[in-house]
């Protein structure tokens, strides 16, 4: 077992979680990483090393949009690591147009919120087992323009959306990440484990990839340095290795300051938070049998 903190980050091969992997491997951790492409794989790794060459990296390589990979995924890491310190559900993406997943979900529901929910079920003994252990969901104020919460029929729905509307898909998402992480709070209140979900603000990564205009509309924020990564990054470091936040859960932070914000209803509504944590149990009951 690792002398280090065992960290384990999702989304870790491009954008905030790249830059957030790097700079948690400087304040000295273990990283556990999973990755869908060995190529980035091995570039991540390489800016690991080349800012803290003594950190020990680790692949765990599968498709995040697929709960048999998450399944056998977090198993592995649960086998390999009795004990998580931090767990970081960063991976994500938005999507602009409806692709069905070979499970029958919808690609974007799928990788930004049930993933999480999955990995996090399938490592919560490990994360027990830590003295601190620390979820962090990264999520979005973009849960603002979610339209209306219909559980659970937004956990299955399949319909086709435009660009448009993906705007409220994608929102709707980053709003179940954030009543998760409420109900996460919850589920381990009996123990020391913390669970806090992050706003890291508009960053200029690849996370609108299947938009055309993407790599162009990229190159000129960022010669604005329009949405910088960097800044969300932060938080994301902040909230795994920063002593001030030791002990606080439940709580959904936003970048650029330390204070707590509250988020769009039904964000804060603990009916709809443990409603949610129910049907989503119910939906993911094959995948979660150890």
Same mark, same amino acid.
């Not at 310190?85 to 974007?108: K, P």
């Not at 962090?136 to 209306?148: D, L, M, P, W, Y």
């Not at 604005?224 to 470091?237: H, Q, T, Y």
């Given at each position: 077992?690792?002398?280090?903190?065992?960290?384990?980050?999702?989304?870790?091969?491009?954008?905030?979680?790249?830059?957030?992997?790097?700079?948690?491997?400087?304040?000295?951790?273990?990283?556990?990483?999973?990755?869908?492409?060995?190529?980035?794989?091995?570039?991540?790794?390489?800016?690991?090393? /080349?800012?803290?060459?003594?950190? /020990?990296?680790?692949?765990?390589?599968?498709?995040?949009?697929?709960?048999?990979?998450?399944?056998?995924?977090? @198993? &592995?890491?649960? &086998?390999?690591? *009795?004990?998580?310190?931090?767990?970081? #559900? $960063?991976?994500?993406?938005?999507?602009?147009?409806?692709?069905?997943? *070979?499970?029958? =979900?919808? &690609?974007?529901?799928?990788? #930004?919120?049930?993933?999480?929910?999955?990995?996090?079920?399938?490592?919560?003994?490990?994360?027990?087992?830590?003295?601190?252990?620390?979820?962090?969901?990264?999520?979005?104020?973009?849960? +603002?323009?979610?339209?209306?919460?219909?559980? %659970?029929? $937004?956990?299955?729905?399949?319909?086709? =959306?435009?660009?448009?509307?993906? *705007?409220?898909?994608?929102?709707?998402?980053?709003?179940?990440?954030?009543?998760?992480?409420?109900?996460?709070?919850?589920?381990?209140?009996?123990?020391?484990?913390?669970? #806090?979900?992050?706003? %890291?603000? =508009?960053?200029?990564?690849?996370?609108?990839?299947?938009?055309?205009? *993407?790599?162009?509309?990229?190159?000129?924020?960022? @010669?604005?340095?329009?949405?910088?990564?960097?800044?969300?990054?932060?938080?994301?470091?902040?909230?795994?290795?920063?002593?001030?936040? &030791?002990?606080?859960?439940? +709580?959904?932070?936003?970048?650029?300051?330390?204070?707590?914000?509250? %988020?769009?209803?039904?964000?804060?509504?603990?009916?709809?938070?443990?409603?949610?944590?129910?049907?989503?149990? /119910?939906?993911? @009951?094959?995948?979660?049998?150890?």
């Amino acid at each position: 077992m690792s002398k280090y903190p065992i960290v384990v980050i999702t989304g870790a091969t491009s954008g905030i979680g790249q830059i957030a992997a790097v700079e948690i491997a400087k304040r000295g951790a273990k990283l556990v990483m999973t990755a869908r492409n060995e190529e980035r794989a091995k570039t991540t790794e390489k800016l690991i090393k /080349e800012a803290s060459p003594d950190t /020990e990296v680790d692949f765990y390589y599968g498709d995040l949009s697929l709960m048999k990979d998450t399944r056998r995924i977090g @198993l &592995e890491i649960k &086998e390999n690591y *009795s004990k998580v310190d931090v767990l970081i #559900n $960063n991976a994500g993406l938005h999507g602009f147009e409806q692709r069905i997943t *070979s499970e029958g =979900f919808a &690609e974007m529901i799928a990788v #930004n919120y049930l993933t999480p929910w999955l990995l996090t079920d399938l490592l919560k003994e490990s994360l027990v087992n830590a003295e601190n252990g620390k979820i962090i969901n990264v999520a979005s104020e973009s849960s +603002r323009n979610h339209g209306k919460l219909r559980l %659970p029929d $937004n956990l299955t729905n399949t319909s086709p =959306f435009t660009i448009k509307g993906s *705007s409220e898909i994608y929102g709707k998402t980053k709003l179940l990440n954030i009543m998760f992480t409420y109900e996460l709070s919850r589920q381990f209140s009996n123990t020391k484990v913390t669970a #806090n979900a992050l706003n %890291p603000g =508009f960053n200029n990564t690849g996370l609108g990839r299947d938009l055309r205009i *993407s790599t162009v509309l990229g190159k000129i924020l960022k @010669l604005f340095n329009i949405g910088n990564p960097k800044r969300g990054a932060d938080l994301i470091v902040r909230l795994a290795t920063d002593p001030k936040f &030791e002990n606080i859960t439940g +709580r959904y932070y936003t970048v650029g300051t330390d204070a707590e914000i509250d %988020p769009v209803y039904p964000g804060n509504d603990m009916f709809m938070q443990q409603s949610l944590w129910k049907v989503t149990e /119910e939906l993911l @009951l094959e995948y979660t049998k150890k």
